[in-house]
C-alpha cells in the first residue's frame, strides 16, 4: 500500500502544479487560451523527456530522490519568484514570452517527468509479491490527476495560487518521503 501511496502523491503533485501555472501565465500570456495550450505543451514535452532520460539517468530507484527533491525546491521557489518576473515581463513581445515559459517550465518539467518511471521500474523489480501492482499504480496516479484537478481550483479559489503550487511541493515531498 505504501509504495502504491507514492504514485497518487506524484499523480497529485504534477496535477496541482499544472493548474497552478496555467493560472499564473493567463495574464503573462494574454489569453487563457495561450495559457492553457503553453503550459501544458511545455509540461507534457518535458516531463516526457524527463521520463525518456530516467532510464538513462537513475539507475536505481533510491536515486529518484534527487528529481523529488529538485521537483520541491524549485515549486517552493516559484511560489515567490514567479509572481514578480512574470509582472516585470508581461509586456514583452509574446516570442520572448513564450521562451521565458519555456525556461521556467522545461527544468522543471523534466525533473516532474522522472518520478512515475522509476517508480514503476521499481515496482516490476518487486513485483513478485503482488502481481497487478503496475496496473494500480497506473490506475491511482491517474485517479489522483483527475480528483487532483478539482482540488486545485478549490484551493486556488478558497487560499490562492501560491497555496495551490505549496499544496504540489507538499505532495511531491510526500513522494520523496
Known amino acids: 500500500a505504501i509504495p502504491l501511496f507514492y504514485f497518487i502523491a506524484i499523480g497529485l503533485g504534477y496535477i496541482l502544479a499544472e493548474i497552478a501555472f496555467i493560472q499564473r501565465f493567463v495574464l503573462f500570456l494574454g489569453h487563457p487560451t495561450y495559457a492553457l495550450t503553453v503550459v501544458i505543451f511545455l509540461m507534457l514535452l518535458a516531463s516526457g523527456a524527463g521520463s525518456m532520460l530516467s532510464r538513462r539517468w537513475l539507475f536505481d530507484p533510491l536515486q529518484v530522490r534527487t528529481p523529488l527533491a529538485v521537483v520541491v525546491a524549485m515549486l517552493l521557489a516559484y511560489i515567490w519568484v ?88 507538499l505532495a511531491y515531498l510526500l513522494a520523496l518521503v
Open 82 to 169: 514567479l509572481p514578480p518576473v512574470l509582472r516585470a515581463l508581461v509586456g514583452l513581445p509574446f516570442l520572448l514570452k513564450l521562451m521565458i515559459s519555456a525556461l521556467a517550465l522545461i527544468p522543471l518539467g523534466l525533473a516532474m517527468g522522472m518520478p512515475f518511471p522509476s517508480g514503476l521500474r521499481a515496482l516490476a523489480a518487486g513485483s513478485a509479491q503482488q502481481d497487478n501492482a503496475i496496473e494500480w499504480a497506473w490506475a491511482l496516479n491517474a485517479a489522483s490527476s483527475v480528483l487532483g484537478s478539482v482540488l486545485a481550483m478549490v484551493i486556488a479559489i478558497v487560499f490562492g495560487l501560491s497555496w495551490t503550487l505549496a499544496s504540489g511541493a
